[in-house]
């Protein structure tokens, strides 16, 4: 098993350059990868950089 760095929400925001409440509710939204473990938030390293590599929808697609 490898270990894997848990983030918290303060880590990602700076991670991704945004809010940390934007990076809430985002999770709150299930639109990033996290796992809320009491009152906090905790996204996997590895599930976040999956998660922007992963292909946004083309245009065609947004279309349909």
């Known amino acids: 098993m ?4 848990v983030l918290t929400t303060e880590e990602v ?21 996290g ?5 906090s938030w905790r996204v996997l390293r590895s599930e976040l950089e999956a998660w922007l590599r992963q292909s946004e929808p083309s245009a065609a697609e947004e279309e349909k």
Do not use: W
């Open 2 to 5: 490898t270990e894997d760095e």
């Open 13 to 33: 925001a700076q991670y991704l350059k945004m809010k940390e409440q934007t990076v809430r509710d985002l999770l709150r939204l299930r639109k990033l990868p």
């Open 35 to 39: 796992r809320k473990i009491g009152k």
